[in-house]
């Protein structure tokens, strides 16, 4: 079992909906979570991150992490053509390595 | 700033032959690492680095060398290329191990024949 699980879609939405995407994860130790988003050919850049449980607001993204039932979603408010994109989520692992660990990410294409 | 940089951006290779992937910084980084990313298998970390002289393998290191001689730069080396190395690889630096943002280079495309 993968550590960070990711359903790899693709996700087709017409522009101005709501995108929700979502992460589960194994390991109850993880306390940073991270969305990366990557455009086509393109390294990834970070989105945005949070702590623990919680949400975090940053424009017409929104991250949320349920440390419960260890979930954490991305929700995009108003999506654009330019959210076109492929999102990963990932957190740091346990111990003080650095060592991010990725889910499979998710392919989002929003049309006009 | 360049960022992290990475060369070449396009690669093939016959079996059996070595290369080596080269990445830099120049943001001072402390913390280097080198990804895999494959379809359906998301990024994979193969080897980092935490400071000048200090290197660490990761989730997939075998058939995989690395160095880091100085902060800026931290190059990949295969040793004997293989079908299955066929990826595409990513080059990462951050301000240190403790530090959430890692900056990503553009990637290098990688073929074994």
């Known amino acids: 079992q993968k550590e960070v699980e990711q359903d790899p879609g693709p996700l087709s939405v017409p522009e101005g909906a709501i995108v929700s995407l979502n992460c589960t994860y194994s390991n109850s130790a993880f306390q940073y979570f991270m969305w990366y988003r990557q455009y086509s050919r393109k390294g990834p850049e970070l989105l945005m991150y949070t702590y623990s449980s919680g949400n975090k607001e940053d424009g017409r993204f929104t991250a949320q992490v349920d440390k419960s039932s260890k979930y954490i979603s991305l929700f995009i408010r108003d999506s654009q053509p330019s959210d076109s994109a492929t999102y990963l989520c990932?957190?740091?692992?346990?111990?003080?390595?650095?060592?991010?660990?990725f889910g499979q990410g998710t392919t989002l294409q929003v049309k006009p | 700033n360049a960022g992290v940089t990475q060369t070449p951006k396009f690669q093939v290779l016959k079996t059996g032959q070595s290369m080596t992937l080269q990445c830099a910084q120049d943001?001072?980084?402390?913390?280097m690492s080198w990804y895999r990313q494959d379809p359906g298998m998301g990024l994979r970390l193969i080897h980092y680095?935490?400071?000048?002289?200090?290197?660490d393998q990761g989730e997939v290191p075998n058939g995989y060398n690395v160095s880091r001689s100085t902060t800026e730069d931290f190059p990949l080396r295969l040793l004997s290329a293989a079908p299955s190395q066929t990826s595409v690889y990513f080059c990462?630096?951050?301000?240190?191990?403790?530090?959430?943002?890692?900056?990503f280079g553009p990637g290098t495309r990688l073929t074994v024949l």
């Open positions: 990932a957190t740091r692992g346990s111990g003080n390595t650095g060592k991010l660990i």
């Open positions: 990462a630096s951050s301000v240190s191990r403790g530090y959430n943002e890692q900056f």
């Open positions: 680095s935490v400071g000048a002289g200090i290197t």
């Open positions: 943001m001072n980084h402390e913390y």
